[in-house]
Nanobody
Framework: EVQLVESGGGLVQPGGSLRLSCAAS????????MYWVRQSPGKGLEWIST???????YYSESVEGRFTTSRNNAKNMLYLDLNALKTEDTAMYYC?????????????????????WGRGTQVTVSS
C-alpha cells in the first residue's frame, strides 16, 4: 500500500518559517516526480512546487523565492521549507506524486490528477 504522510504544519506568525516533511512508503520513490500543492477554504487546489526525479525544482510565482523543496531519495522523503510566511499562505498542504513516465502536473484541478497524495498538514499563518 502506497502512503504519503505529511507532517510539520502548525500555527506561525507572519514572517515566520516552517518545514514540512512527507514520508513516502510502498512505492519506488526515486522514479516518481514529487509535488507540494495546497488548498485554502473556498479556493481551488493550488500547485506550489515540483521536485523531479533528479531534483530539478520548480515553483509557483506565489511562493518563488520564499519556499524551497527538496527530496532525499535514499530516505524516501520530500521536504518543503516555508519562509517569510504570509497570511495568504494559510492552507492545507498536500504531498503528491506522479510516475516519472507521465507528464508533470502543475495545474491540478483535484488531487485525483496525481497518482498518489497524502492527507495533508495544516499551515496557519496568523498574528
Amino acid at each position: 500500500e502506497v502512503q504519503l504522510v505529511e507532517s510539520g504544519g502548525g500555527l506561525v506568525q507572519p514572517g515566520g518559517s516552517l518545514r514540512l516533511s512527507c514520508a513516502a512508503s510502498g512505492l519506488m520513490f526515486g522514479v516518481y516526480v514529487m509535488y507540494w500543492v495546497r488548498q485554502s477554504p473556498g479556493k481551488g487546489l493550488e500547485w506550489i512546487s515540483t521536485a523531479t526525479r533528479i531534483s530539478n525544482t520548480y515553483y509557483s510565482e506565489s511562493v518563488e523565492g520564499r519556499f524551497t523543496t527538496s527530496r532525499n531519495n535514499a530516505k524516501n522523503m520530500l521536504y518543503l521549507d516555508l519562509n517569510a510566511l504570509k497570511t495568504e499562505d494559510t492552507a492545507m498542504y498536500y504531498c503528491t506524486a506522479t510516475r516519472g513516465d507521465r507528464p508533470i502536473v502543475q495545474a491540478p484541478l483535484s488531487l485525483h490528477d496525481y497518482d498518489y497524495w497524502g492527507r495533508g498538514t495544516q499551515v496557519t499563518v496568523s498574528s
